[in-house]
């Protein structure tokens, strides 16, 4: 893949003004925005917009750079793969970022960078269960911190695993192997659209729940899946993070990058909040009772809450001289 020219080493865009990674230029991107991670879900969703019923999900491939009158997906050479179009008559993009809080934030700020006006974003993506929710059920973030490998702790060649009080000692202190944030809230009239959307699409038996999300910096360490191949020593993570955090729901790997972005945002110069989140995720795998879910559930799951995010993330009122400030209206 060959290496486009970039003007500008601080914020680098092309000459046509495509940023760097996602690959987007302005007109390219609308202000409401679901982002996932597999870029199947993102066709999948794609094919639910306006015009989308020709597109053919179950073989997402052939999707990766597509035009037609209605839809426009494009795939960058780092793999973000953007649909725009609309939903309802309203412009709705999809943006599948890969995995993890470093592709969010490149995610976020590229195509902050490219659209004018506030951004409502909504994480569509998959966790694993603290918990209360079982495989297959949805959980929405009413807030979220993020958990993280303290690379400083394993700067020596120590392999004894912690005791359960040392840990939780160290953890307290901040001077653990894992560090923990403060909490991040999700916007609450977004959230609030997204649970009403998420009961009146989702499948009868699914259950959506709220609840504190954690994001880990690992899908393994951080996670406290225990891998004998490292010194890992997480071996009392999952009972300190549940006995710590009471109302914690979810682990997944991006949910905070997005909340924490939106939170340090500065205000557009109207004064209106710069860019409104919220978030949920499909229940995968339930980290106590060790259970993954079925894929055919998932298949389900997945249209419907597709269509309760689509709904919810057209919800929300954006003041149309917002989007077109020089011209004042739609
Ligand atoms: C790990 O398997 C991935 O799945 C989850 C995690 O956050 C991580 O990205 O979310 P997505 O399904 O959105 O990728």
Same mark, same amino acid.
Request: charged share 20%; aromatic share 8%; with cysteine.
């Given at each position: 893949m060959g290496l486009h020219a970039m003007t500008n080493a601080n914020f680098p865009v092309d000459a046509e003004g495509h940023t760097y990674h996602v690959g987007v230029k302005p007109g390219e991107v609308a202000n409401r925005i679901i982002t996932v991670g597999d870029p199947a879900r993102a066709i999948l969703i794609g094919s639910y917009l306006d015009g989308g019923n020709v597109i053919d999900a179950t073989n997402f491939k052939k999707y990766l750079?597509?035009?037609?009158?209605?839809?426009?997906?494009?795939?960058?050479?780092?793999?973000?793969?953007?649909?725009? /179009?609309?939903?309802? /008559?309203?412009?709705?993009?999809?943006?599948?970022?890969? $995995?993890?809080?470093?592709?969010?934030?490149?995610?976020?700020?590229?195509?902050?960078a490219v659209v004018q006006g506030p951004l409502h974003i909504i994480r569509f993506g998959s966790c694993g269960s603290l918990g209360r929710a079982r495989a297959g059920d949805m959980i929405v973030a009413t807030d979220s911190m993020a958990c993280s490998r303290n690379y400083n702790y394993f700067h020596?060649?120590?392999?004894?695993? =912690?005791?359960?009080?040392?840990?939780?000692?160290? $953890?307290?202190?901040?001077?653990?192997?894992?560090?923990?944030?403060?909490?991040?809230?999700?916007?609450?009239?977004?959230?609030? +659209?997204?649970?009403? +959307?998420?009961h009146a699409h989702v499948p009868t038996g699914v259950e959506v729940h709220k609840g504190l999300d954690i994001?880990?910096?690992?899908?393994?360490?951080?996670?406290?899946?225990?891998?004998?191949?490292?010194?890992?020593?997480?071996?009392? =993570?999952?009972?300190?993070?549940?006995?710590?955090?009471?109302?914690?729901?979810? =682990?997944?790997?991006?949910?905070?990058g997005l909340l924490h972005l939106a939170k340090s945002a500065r205000p557009l110069p109207s004064g209106s909040k710069s860019i409104r989140t919220a978030a949920c995720a499909m229940v995968f795998a339930h980290r106590v009772q060790n259970t993954?879910?079925?894929?055919?559930?998932?298949? +389900?799951?997945?249209?419907?809450?597709?269509?309760?995010?689509?709904?919810?993330?057209?919800?929300?009122?954006?003041?149309?001289?917002?989007?077109?400030?020089?011209?004042?209206?739609?």
């Amino acid at each position: 893949m060959g290496l486009h020219a970039m003007t500008n080493a601080n914020f680098p865009v092309d000459a046509e003004g495509h940023t760097y990674h996602v690959g987007v230029k302005p007109g390219e991107v609308a202000n409401r925005i679901i982002t996932v991670g597999d870029p199947a879900r993102a066709i999948l969703i794609g094919s639910y917009l306006d015009g989308g019923n020709v597109i053919d999900a179950t073989n997402f491939k052939k999707y990766l750079n597509y035009v037609s009158k209605d839809i426009v997906i494009k795939t960058s050479p780092r793999l973000f793969t953007t649909v725009t /179009g609309r939903y309802k /008559g309203v412009p709705v993009s999809i943006v599948a970022i890969g $995995m993890g809080v470093p592709m969010m934030d490149f995610f976020v700020r590229e195509v902050r960078a490219v659209v004018q006006g506030p951004l409502h974003i909504i994480r569509f993506g998959s966790c694993g269960s603290l918990g209360r929710a079982r495989a297959g059920d949805m959980i929405v973030a009413t807030d979220s911190m993020a958990c993280s490998r303290n690379y400083n702790y394993f700067h020596n060649d120590e392999d004894q695993e =912690l005791s359960e009080t040392d840990f939780a000692e160290l $953890m307290v202190k901040g001077e653990g192997p894992y560090t923990v944030s403060t909490t991040c809230p999700a916007d609450a009239e977004l959230t609030d +659209a997204l649970v009403a +959307a998420l009961h009146a699409h989702v499948p009868t038996g699914v259950e959506v729940h709220k609840g504190l999300d954690i994001t880990a910096d690992s899908f393994y360490s951080s996670q406290a899946r225990q891998d004998p191949a490292f010194r890992d020593q997480n071996a009392h =993570l999952f009972t300190y993070l549940t006995e710590a955090y009471p109302t914690a729901e979810c =682990l997944q790997m991006e949910s905070f990058g997005l909340l924490h972005l939106a939170k340090s945002a500065r205000p557009l110069p109207s004064g209106s909040k710069s860019i409104r989140t919220a978030a949920c995720a499909m229940v995968f795998a339930h980290r106590v009772q060790n259970t993954w879910v079925d894929p055919a559930l998932v298949e +389900a799951l997945q249209a419907k809450a597709s269509f309760a995010i689509l709904d919810a993330v057209i919800a929300v009122e954006i003041d149309a001289k917002e989007l077109h400030p020089e011209e004042g209206s739609v």
